[in-house]
């Protein structure tokens, strides 16, 4: 297998990877070592999807030849951070709180940076308080505004863009923007998943 390296510099304290508009492992530092378990030897140069075959919370595969998140990257979309079940070295498959980031030096060739942060059971219990806008324990309802939650709810009847700007007054670009946040919020990537999150949630 051929290395591919790549003149990409960056600093961080946390696990971090890397990948090219094809999806090969182009950066793999020391942290991501210790967190998944690969040694930058092997994965540098492999497909992210065949390495760590990433799916979210629900099961839905997105490391894969047509990853979503590289098709936003592409288009200098925001990919908010969420969580991703990785297939690690020597624990099987494991859920991180994954944060995106595209580096570029022109539209169209950049790469995805990942920073994989450890898993929630293995933070400080201190950092599992119920805190402003997360979705945990009896905070759920409480922590969407009464706008997000009529977005919500007008997603979860199928509504498009348009028909919620409409039903709610308001211009469609604030109701982008309202779906963003709510998606945001829910860390989920689609109005689907947002639905389905919203219902397991007893939130709709």
Known sequence: ????????????????????????????????????????????????????????IFGNRYCCEFCPLREMASRQESVHGFPLVLRTASEGRKKFPVSCLEVFDKPGHGLLLHICHPPQESRDASENHHAPGRITGNCQRGALTSREHDVLELLAEGKTTREIASTMCVSQATARNHIQHLLHKLHVHNRLEAVVKGQHLDLI
Not at 17 to 41: H, M
Request: glycine letters at 10%; one cysteine or more; a positive charge.
């Open 1 to 56: 297998m051929n290395v591919v390296t790549h003149s990409a510099n960056y600093i961080t304290g946390d696990a971090a990877f890397a990948v090219d508009g094809r999806g090969v492992i182009v950066l793999w530092n020391k942290q991501a070592e210790r967190l998944l378990g690969y040694p930058a030897s092997s994965a540098m140069g492999q497909r992210c999807w065949k390495l760590l075959s990433g799916q979210d």
